[in-house]
């Protein structure tokens, strides 16, 4: 088992920043990869970035350049800096943890006004 505690959602100008933390506890030593996922209401969940065990990143076409993951194994930490916020960003974020399923955090909202 493994749980996920967010951190770090809210209320933004477009143009601003925030910085999503997940702080992930129980078989840590399980885990191959974590990231965030994000739902806009009305819209399927979709994925907006990712980070494996072995560091390697992957990240959606649309925050590209604009959002960094990276991780602190000291802390079995998770974070997403997310820069130069859009209206379109807007939704509420889910850390996610793979073992040989997926775990879910509770989820995080960031709104970005315009």
């Known amino acids: 088992q493994v749980q996920l505690v967010e951190s770090g959602g809210g209320l933004v100008q477009a143009g601003g920043s925030l910085r999503l933390s997940c702080a992930a506890s129980g078989s840590i030593s399980s885990i191959a990869a974590m990231g965030w996922y994000r739902q806009a209401p009305g819209k399927q969940r979709e994925l907006v970035a990712g980070?494996?065990?072995?560091?390697?990143?992957n990240y959606a076409d649309s925050v590209k350049g604009r959002f960094t993951i990276s991780r602190d194994n000291a802390k079995n930490t998770v974070y997403l800096q997310m820069n130069s916020l859009k209206p379109e960003d807007t939704a509420v974020y889910y850390c996610?943890?793979?073992?040989?399923?997926?775990?879910w955090g509770q989820g995080t909202q960031v709104t970005v006004s315009s």
């Open positions: 980070i494996t065990s072995g560091d390697r990143t």
């Open positions: 996610y943890a793979l073992v040989h399923w997926v775990f």
